[in-house]
């Protein structure tokens, strides 16, 4: 029996969620607590035998925590992180917004190529990258439309809080499901081979992609600089005060003239910090 949730328990677990990723579930949002949470005792074993109802999973993570909070030497909450990245939103899909991606292959990749002929070298960051999608993409691009990038050091970190999203973004294997949301055909025969488990991503693209685990809220171990950095559909999730902070922490690692490139949805179209990469650009900004 999974009894729901009560109003003090929401409560305490949207503080945890903001506390530990910077992200605000809203009231709208309030029904992803049971039925994420739901899914999460389906299928963590170890978690359904010890764990019969939610509020007790809420009871359990109380526990953890002021065990942490006791002994400033352990940072161990493995319960309180599972729960945290059950309540993520991992929504993604290969070369979301088109016209972004029409862009960096026109304008933005023609010119950060350019600036960089002397040292033959590109870096680049996917945070929030999720199931791997969006780097995936980037990959992509650059192997399809620069080939004289072959002979270059090309690399992109691509980073997320999920442990579990990282785990099968690093296998590149995908179901048809997944392959016919935004990937082209033409890709899918070029860059794909066909398993009996479904899509797998051929060896020299996984190899251009780097993967790890860092929360957006510290980002003490990635330092840059970065030539273009892909923050996408992550800050409309925090509050303003969070989302000055991350974005701040972000452009620290941003190279002077490199190009950051954010969602359709996300609030920096005023940002006294940033300048559009062009008239015509989808989503991309440099430092003002």
């Not at 999730?237 to 950051?260: C, H, K, M, N, P």
């Amino acid at each position: 029996m999974n009894e729901v949730l009560g109003p003090q328990e929401i409560e305490f677990l949207r503080r945890v969620v903001s506390a530990r990723a910077g992200i605000l579930i809203d009231d709208e949002k309030s029904y992803v607590f049971d039925t994420r949470l739901l899914r999460l005792l389906g299928r963590e074993p170890l978690l359904s035998r010890e764990i019969a109802t939610l509020p007790e999973l809420v009871a359990r993570m109380k526990e953890e925590i002021v065990d942490v909070e006791r002994d400033a030497r352990s940072d161990r909450v493995p319960l309180t992180a599972a729960v945290v990245e059950a309540l993520l939103n991992g929504e993604t899909l290969f070369f979301r917004d088109a016209p972004l991606f029409h862009s960096l292959r026109t304008e933005v990749f023609p010119s950060i190529i350019a600036a960089r002929s002397d040292r033959r070298m590109l870096s680049m960051w996917s945070a929030a990258c999720s199931t791997g999608q969006e780097p995936y993409s980037v990959a992509m691009l650059l192997d399809d439309a620069f080939p004289e990038l072959a002979t270059w050091a090309t690399l992109i970190y691509a980073t997320d809080l999920s442990r579990a999203a990282l785990a099968r973004a690093e296998k590149g294997l995908y179901s048809q499901f997944e392959v016919q949301r935004g990937l082209p055909a033409r890709l899918l025969v070029r860059c794909f081979d066909q398993t009996e488990r479904g899509w797998q991503l051929m060896p020299r693209l996984r190899r251009s992609v780097l993967f790890s685990s860092q929360n957006l809220m510290a980002l003490n171990d990635l330092t840059g600089p970065f030539d273009v950095i892909f923050l996408r559909n992550v800050l409309i999730y925090f509050d303003r005060r969070t989302r000055q902070r991350v974005l701040s922490d972000v452009l620290a690692r941003l190279a002077r003239d490199g190009v950051l490139v954010v969602g359709a949805a996300e609030p920096l179209l005023d940002d006294p910090r940033l300048k559009r990469f062009s008239a015509t650009a989808q989503l991309c900004y440099r430092r003002a």
